[in-house]
T-cell receptor, first 107, second 114 residues
Framework: AQRVTQPEKLLSVFKGAPVELKCNYS??????LFWYVQYSRQRLQLLLR??SRESIKGFTADLNKGETSFHLKKPFAQEEDSAMYYC?????????FGTGTSLTVIP | EPEVTQTPSHQVTQMGQEVILRCVPI?????FYWYRQILGQKVEFLVS????????KSEIFDDQFSVERPDGSNFTLKIRSTKLEDSAMYFC????????????FGDGTRLSIL
Protein backbone atom coordinates (compact mmCIF):
# COMPACT_ATOMS: atom_id res chain seq x y z
CA ALA A 1 0.00 0.00 0.00
CA GLN A 2 1.25 3.43 -0.88
CA ARG A 3 2.15 5.09 2.40
CA VAL A 4 3.14 8.47 1.04
CA THR A 5 1.64 10.09 -2.03
CA GLN A 6 3.04 13.08 -3.83
CA PRO A 7 0.60 13.60 -6.68
CA GLU A 8 2.71 16.06 -8.66
CA LYS A 9 5.82 14.70 -10.31
CA LEU A 10 6.69 18.09 -11.81
CA LEU A 11 5.79 21.57 -10.63
CA SER A 12 6.81 24.87 -12.19
CA VAL A 13 6.17 28.27 -10.68
CA PHE A 14 7.42 31.76 -11.41
CA LYS A 15 9.85 33.46 -9.07
CA GLY A 16 7.96 35.31 -6.38
CA ALA A 17 4.85 33.18 -6.75
CA PRO A 18 3.53 31.00 -3.93
CA VAL A 19 4.32 27.34 -4.09
CA GLU A 20 2.67 24.31 -2.52
CA LEU A 21 3.97 20.79 -2.82
CA LYS A 22 1.35 18.26 -1.86
CA CYS A 23 1.88 15.24 0.32
CA ASN A 24 -0.69 12.80 1.64
CA TYR A 25 0.04 9.85 3.86
CA SER A 26 -1.61 6.66 4.93
CA UNK A 27 -0.95 5.53 8.48
CA UNK A 28 -3.26 4.67 11.34
CA UNK A 29 -0.82 5.45 14.12
CA UNK A 30 0.80 8.72 15.11
CA UNK A 31 2.75 9.80 12.06
CA UNK A 32 6.10 11.44 12.04
CA LEU A 33 6.54 13.35 8.82
CA PHE A 34 9.48 14.98 7.13
CA TRP A 35 10.32 16.88 4.01
CA TYR A 36 13.65 16.19 2.38
CA VAL A 37 15.17 18.20 -0.45
CA GLN A 38 17.70 17.13 -3.05
CA TYR A 39 19.38 19.92 -4.97
CA SER A 40 21.00 19.11 -8.27
CA ARG A 41 23.93 16.74 -7.79
CA GLN A 42 23.69 16.89 -4.01
CA ARG A 43 22.60 14.51 -1.30
CA LEU A 44 19.18 14.28 0.28
CA GLN A 45 18.91 16.85 3.05
CA LEU A 46 16.37 17.21 5.77
CA LEU A 47 14.31 20.33 5.14
CA LEU A 48 11.89 20.15 8.02
CA ARG A 49 9.95 17.83 10.28
CA UNK A 50 6.45 18.30 11.53
CA UNK A 51 7.16 18.04 15.24
CA SER A 52 9.54 20.98 15.20
CA ARG A 53 6.99 23.29 13.56
CA GLU A 54 9.74 25.51 12.23
CA SER A 55 10.26 27.41 9.02
CA ILE A 56 13.35 26.55 7.01
CA LYS A 57 14.34 28.66 4.00
CA GLY A 58 10.88 30.17 4.12
CA PHE A 59 9.16 26.79 3.83
CA THR A 60 6.52 25.58 6.26
CA ALA A 61 4.46 22.42 6.48
CA ASP A 62 1.50 21.73 8.69
CA LEU A 63 0.33 18.28 9.58
CA ASN A 64 -3.39 17.94 8.96
CA LYS A 65 -4.49 14.67 10.50
CA GLY A 66 -8.05 15.05 9.29
CA GLU A 67 -6.92 15.27 5.68
CA THR A 68 -3.83 13.09 6.31
CA SER A 69 -1.75 15.70 4.59
CA PHE A 70 1.58 17.40 5.13
CA HIS A 71 1.80 19.91 2.31
CA LEU A 72 4.93 22.02 1.93
CA LYS A 73 4.40 25.73 1.32
CA LYS A 74 6.38 28.84 0.62
CA PRO A 75 4.76 32.21 -0.04
CA PHE A 76 7.40 33.52 -2.46
CA ALA A 77 9.41 31.02 -4.48
CA GLN A 78 13.07 31.72 -5.24
CA GLU A 79 15.19 30.35 -8.08
CA GLU A 80 17.39 28.52 -5.60
CA ASP A 81 14.36 26.54 -4.46
CA SER A 82 14.50 24.53 -7.68
CA ALA A 83 15.13 20.96 -6.52
CA MET A 84 13.56 17.57 -5.93
CA TYR A 85 11.38 17.44 -2.82
CA TYR A 86 10.49 14.23 -1.02
CA CYS A 87 7.89 13.79 1.65
CA UNK A 88 8.69 11.00 4.10
CA UNK A 89 6.80 9.14 6.80
CA UNK A 90 8.41 7.46 9.76
CA UNK A 91 6.20 4.81 11.35
CA UNK A 92 8.82 3.86 13.88
CA UNK A 93 9.46 0.63 12.02
CA UNK A 94 10.20 1.93 8.57
CA UNK A 95 10.80 5.11 6.72
CA UNK A 96 8.62 5.61 3.63
CA PHE A 97 9.38 8.14 0.93
CA GLY A 98 7.02 9.59 -1.61
CA THR A 99 7.92 9.55 -5.28
CA GLY A 100 9.11 13.11 -5.13
CA THR A 101 8.14 16.39 -6.79
CA SER A 102 10.57 18.20 -9.02
CA LEU A 103 10.14 21.92 -8.45
CA THR A 104 11.34 24.38 -11.07
CA VAL A 105 11.24 28.07 -10.26
CA ILE A 106 11.17 30.12 -13.43
CA PRO A 107 13.07 33.43 -13.30
CA GLU B 1 29.09 19.70 10.07
CA PRO B 2 29.61 15.93 10.22
CA GLU B 3 28.50 13.99 7.16
CA VAL B 4 27.70 10.48 6.11
CA THR B 5 30.24 9.38 3.52
CA GLN B 6 29.82 6.65 0.94
CA THR B 7 32.33 4.91 -1.29
CA PRO B 8 32.66 4.39 -4.13
CA SER B 9 30.57 7.07 -5.81
CA HIS B 10 30.10 4.81 -8.83
CA GLN B 11 30.50 1.05 -9.03
CA VAL B 12 30.32 -0.92 -12.27
CA THR B 13 30.03 -4.68 -11.87
CA GLN B 14 29.37 -7.65 -14.10
CA MET B 15 26.09 -9.46 -13.57
CA GLY B 16 26.51 -12.34 -11.17
CA GLN B 17 29.36 -10.75 -9.27
CA GLU B 18 29.28 -9.71 -5.67
CA VAL B 19 29.53 -6.04 -4.73
CA ILE B 20 30.14 -4.29 -1.42
CA LEU B 21 29.01 -0.73 -0.89
CA ARG B 22 30.61 1.15 1.95
CA CYS B 23 29.33 3.82 4.26
CA VAL B 24 30.80 5.72 7.17
CA PRO B 25 27.92 7.02 9.29
CA ILE B 26 28.13 10.08 11.51
CA UNK B 27 30.29 9.05 14.43
CA UNK B 28 27.87 9.38 17.35
CA UNK B 29 24.87 7.99 15.50
CA UNK B 30 23.39 4.66 16.52
CA UNK B 31 20.90 3.83 13.76
CA PHE B 32 22.00 3.02 10.24
CA TYR B 33 20.00 2.57 7.07
CA TRP B 34 20.29 1.60 3.43
CA TYR B 35 17.94 2.85 0.73
CA ARG B 36 17.73 2.21 -2.99
CA GLN B 37 16.56 4.49 -5.76
CA ILE B 38 16.13 2.97 -9.20
CA LEU B 39 16.47 5.59 -11.91
CA GLY B 40 13.28 7.58 -12.23
CA GLN B 41 11.64 5.89 -9.26
CA LYS B 42 11.18 6.70 -5.61
CA VAL B 43 13.59 6.16 -2.77
CA GLU B 44 12.90 2.71 -1.25
CA PHE B 45 13.79 1.54 2.23
CA LEU B 46 15.97 -1.57 2.35
CA VAL B 47 17.12 -2.12 5.91
CA SER B 48 17.79 -0.53 9.26
CA UNK B 49 20.51 -1.59 11.68
CA UNK B 50 20.86 -0.96 15.38
CA UNK B 51 22.98 -2.47 18.12
CA UNK B 52 24.82 -4.67 15.66
CA UNK B 53 21.78 -6.31 14.22
CA UNK B 54 19.08 -5.72 11.64
CA UNK B 55 16.10 -4.00 13.26
CA UNK B 56 13.84 -3.73 10.21
CA LYS B 57 14.00 -4.81 6.59
CA SER B 58 11.75 -4.46 3.60
CA GLU B 59 10.61 -7.15 1.20
CA ILE B 60 13.30 -5.97 -1.20
CA PHE B 61 16.00 -7.01 1.27
CA ASP B 62 16.09 -10.73 0.54
CA ASP B 63 18.84 -13.31 0.90
CA GLN B 64 20.81 -11.64 -1.84
CA PHE B 65 21.53 -8.73 0.50
CA SER B 66 23.41 -8.51 3.75
CA VAL B 67 24.69 -5.71 5.96
CA GLU B 68 27.58 -5.58 8.33
CA ARG B 69 29.30 -3.21 10.69
CA PRO B 70 32.77 -4.74 10.54
CA ASP B 71 34.38 -2.16 12.80
CA GLY B 72 33.41 0.91 14.77
CA SER B 73 33.05 3.17 11.78
CA ASN B 74 32.01 1.36 8.60
CA PHE B 75 28.57 0.09 7.62
CA THR B 76 28.49 -2.06 4.49
CA LEU B 77 25.86 -3.41 2.13
CA LYS B 78 26.77 -6.59 0.29
CA ILE B 79 24.85 -7.70 -2.77
CA ARG B 80 25.55 -11.25 -3.93
CA SER B 81 24.96 -12.55 -7.46
CA THR B 82 24.04 -9.14 -8.78
CA LYS B 83 21.27 -8.85 -11.35
CA LEU B 84 20.63 -6.18 -13.95
CA GLU B 85 17.71 -4.90 -11.91
CA ASP B 86 20.03 -4.16 -8.99
CA SER B 87 21.28 -1.17 -10.92
CA ALA B 88 20.29 1.82 -8.83
CA MET B 89 21.50 4.56 -6.57
CA TYR B 90 22.12 3.24 -3.07
CA PHE B 91 21.93 5.67 -0.19
CA CYS B 92 23.24 5.15 3.30
CA UNK B 93 21.76 7.14 6.18
CA UNK B 94 22.30 7.39 9.90
CA UNK B 95 20.42 8.90 12.79
CA UNK B 96 21.13 9.67 16.41
CA UNK B 97 20.22 8.12 19.70
CA UNK B 98 16.46 7.87 19.36
CA UNK B 99 14.75 5.73 16.76
CA UNK B 100 12.70 8.53 15.23
CA UNK B 101 15.46 11.09 14.86
CA UNK B 102 15.80 12.54 11.35
CA UNK B 103 18.14 10.68 9.09
CA UNK B 104 21.24 12.14 7.53
CA PHE B 105 22.05 10.83 4.07
CA GLY B 106 25.25 10.17 2.20
CA ASP B 107 25.78 11.19 -1.41
CA GLY B 108 24.94 7.72 -2.61
CA THR B 109 26.70 5.08 -4.67
CA ARG B 110 25.56 4.60 -8.22
CA LEU B 111 25.65 0.87 -8.95
CA SER B 112 25.62 -0.18 -12.57
CA ILE B 113 25.28 -3.87 -13.39
CA LEU B 114 26.39 -4.89 -16.87
Amino acid sequence: AQRVTQPEKLLSVFKGAPVELKCNYSYSGSPELFWYVQYSRQRLQLLLRHISRESIKGFTADLNKGETSFHLKKPFAQEEDSAMYYCALNTGNQFYFGTGTSLTVIP
Amino acid sequence: EPEVTQTPSHQVTQMGQEVILRCVPISNHLYFYWYRQILGQKVEFLVSFYNNEISEKSEIFDDQFSVERPDGSNFTLKIRSTKLEDSAMYFCASSGGRKNQPQHFGDGTRLSIL
